[in-house]
């Protein structure tokens, strides 16, 4: 009975530290990629910004430890962010620099979407 109890706990414990769902599902390496939709094709703000946006390279990196790291880039300038993750319900926190960013998260064709106020992230896994 005492090694039933100890292997009950001991599984317990593993499911409570351990991710399942979309967390583990978003463990990997990803390219992102911002969804623009220009509404107007006159709207000269939207095709300015699409512009803009269509030069930023982002990668986002998800650890199974709950850590992550993004880099930004356009043209000759690179930003790099680290911090921590966790996914709850339909949602994605990210923990950085005293800030926390919710996004809505859902499975996409080919990775995940990421949604905000904001702007709209469309993440395809990155080949190794």
């Known amino acids: 009975m005492k090694k039933f109890l100890w292997t009950v706990a001991a599984a317990a414990l593993v499911a409570c530290t351990g ?3 979309l967390e583990k599902e978003l463990v990997g390496h990803y390219e992102a990629k911002p969804e623009i939709e220009i509404a107007d094709s006159t709207d000269i703000v939207a095709q300015m910004a699409a512009s803009i ?3 930023l390279e982002m ?3 998800f650890q199974a430890n709950g850590t992550f790291d993004i880099t930004l880039s356009m043209g000759s300038e690179s930003h790099s962010y680290q911090g921590d993750w966790k996914v709850r319900n ?3 926190f990210l923990a950085a620099e005293e800030k926390i960013q919710a996004l809505g998260i859902v499975k996409a064709d080919n990775g995940f979407k990421l949604t905000s106020d904001e702007m709209n992230l469309i993440l395809t896994p990155k080949a190794d």
């Open 19 to 21: 991710k399942s769902g």
């Open 53 to 55: 946006f269509s030069q």
């Open 59 to 61: 990668s986002m990196n």
């Open 90 to 92: 339909d949602s994605l």
